[in-house]
Structure formats: structure tokens, C-alpha cells
């Protein structure tokens, strides 16, 4: 390292810091990454982005998962669950208890993918951004740039009720090759939506069945609400380590609520880059 940089990160802080008071960086890696420490040294509140994840087959992700088969003893037990079909066997049984749990989808439910988002995605932003705590520009202008056409990883939808417009999605699917975490996996993302609370619940569901069509082999998300994170656990995800940090300014989280009312995931950030 040329120590003539050493405190170039330091001064990025403070110098965007004196131009904005109202900050917030995501993603990171991890808690003990050097940027996390350094903003917890400024006062900022750093904290986890919940991570959630669902296997939907067996065979591709105990080959697959990276991050748990570095040690020699769990490698063994993951093939030994794949060679032997107790793997899948533990898939189609959590299959079944999920969608016996799962809620219901309403009268008149449709989805509908389309290519970029329009006027329906502004009328769900005016009526749903004050359910939540806080929560970032998802207005059609901003989502179509987060989101653009020419990304074909993205499948973009939108939801109804009886033809009123509930919600939208933005989900991933994803062949990796020789990814650190997930090897070359087929890779399913719940990347970013909006709808009224009490819909969020249907909406992963949705998500779920609609990437299970796909023929990914895990599907993960990063959320913070609780009714997104309910949402999750009722359509049969779990809980696992989180590499998406969270950290707001002094001033963004002395006007924002904790971070289980904000409404905050990967399409708050840089995208569904990795995945």
C-alpha cells in the first residue's frame, strides 16, 4: 500500500460529508471491512441488511454452495446428502410445509412482466411511500435507471388486484460461473419491490413460484421491513450470515426510523451486481 493515500478514505468521508449532510453507503461485504470501520468511527449507524435465501433444488446447490464447503467435514456431509437423495428429500418435504403455510393469492390476482416500468409503478409509489418508516425513490424515472431495459437478467413485474395495481417486482435469474459464494449455480434474487405492506406476503410468494419456473437453484433477498422479512419466512426462507451492510449518517438516522421499518434492499444500492 502507498502510504501517500493512507488517509484518502478519511478524507472522501468527510469531504462528502461537508457537501450532504444526509448520507447512507450499502452493500460493503461485510461488518469488519475497512469501510464499515471507518464510518463507525465518524458515528454512523452500521448495521446488517437481514439476508434470506430458499433452496428450491437440492443437486445444484449442495454442489454448489462455495462458502460451506471449504471445510473438508461439512464438504463430505453436502455430498453425502446429495449422493444419497436425503438432500432432495429434505427440499420436497420443506416444499411442501411452505406452500401449505404459504398465504393465499386474492380474488383476481394477476402478474404481468413487462420492460420497463411506467405510470403504474409512480401511482404504487404515491400510494404505498408513506407505509413505510423510509424509503427511496422508486418512482418510474428512478427505477428505469436502477433497473434498464438491456439488463436480461431482470424479470420485471407487475401485480393486481381485480386490475388495480397493487405492486411490482424486480427479480433476477442468474447462471453463475465460478462465483465465490454460490460456484456456478443457478442463481434466483428477489431484488426489489413495492406494495402495501399487508401485500408483501403475496408478492414473495409470487416471486418464489415465479423463479422456481425459472429453474434456479436457490433464491436469496436482502430486506429490512418487517413485513417484507414475514413475508420471506412465510413463503419458507430461512435466515443466513449477511454480506450487505447498511450505514446511515449521523443526520439519516437521527430523521429515520430503525431499520426494521425502513424499507431498504438491493435496489437501494449499486443493483443486483454479483448475482
Not at 175 to 196: E, S, W
Amino acid at each position: 500500500m502507498n502510504k501517500a493515500y493512507a488517509t484518502l478514505g478519511i478524507r472522501l468521508v468527510q469531504d462528502a460529508a461537508a457537501k450532504h449532510s444526509h448520507l447512507y453507503c450499502l452493500g460493503m461485504g461485510s461488518l469488519q471491512r475497512p469501510l464499515p470501520q471507518l464510518l463507525k468511527r465518524f458515528k454512523w449507524t452500521v448495521e446488517e441488511v437481514p439476508f434470506r435465501f430458499r433452496v428450491l433444488r437440492a443437486n445444484g446447490f449442495l454442489r454448489n454452495i462455495e462458502f460451506m464447503r471449504v471445510n473438508p467435514k461439512r464438504r463430505m456431509a453436502l455430498d453425502f446428502a446429495r449422493f444419497t437423495g436425503t438432500g432432495a428429500l429434505g427440499v420436497v418435504a420443506w416444499r411442501v410445509r411452505a406452500r401449505i403455510a404459504a398465504p393465499a393469492y386474492p380474488a383476481g390476482f394477476e402478474a404481468t412482466d413487462v420492460a420497463s416500468f411506467g405510470d403504474d409503478a409512480d401511482i404504487v409509489f404515491a400510494a404505498n411511500a408513506a407505509k413505510y418508516g423510509a424509503v427511496i425513490d422508486r418512482s418510474a424515472a428512478a427505477l428505469n435507471v436502477r433497473f434498464p431495459s438491456y439488463d436480461k437478467r431482470l424479470i420485471r413485474v407487475v401485480l393486481r388486484i381485480g386490475g388495480q395495481i397493487i405492486g411490482w417486482l424486480v427479480l433476477t435469474r442468474s447462471q453463475l460461473n465460478g462465483h465465490k459464494q454460490f460456484g456456478n449455480m443457478r442463481l434466483g434474487c428477489v431484488v426489489d419491490g413495492l406494495c402495501d405492506p399487508q401485500h408483501a406476503d403475496v408478492l414473495i410468494r409470487h416471486a418464489t413460484e415465479r423463479l422456481d419456473a425459472e429453474g434456479v437453484h436457490l433464491v436469496v433477498s436482502n430486506q429490512t421491513h418487517t413485513a417484507w422479512l414475514e413475508g420471506l419466512r412465510a413463503n419458507g426462507f430461512m435466515g443466513g450470515p449477511s454480506n450487505f451492510i447498511l450505514a446511515r449518517s449521523p443526520a439519516l438516522a437521527a430523521s429515520t426510523p430503525a431499520i426494521d421499518e425502513c424499507h431498504i434492499n438491493r435496489g437501494d444500492g449499486d443493483g443486483p451486481i454479483n448475482l
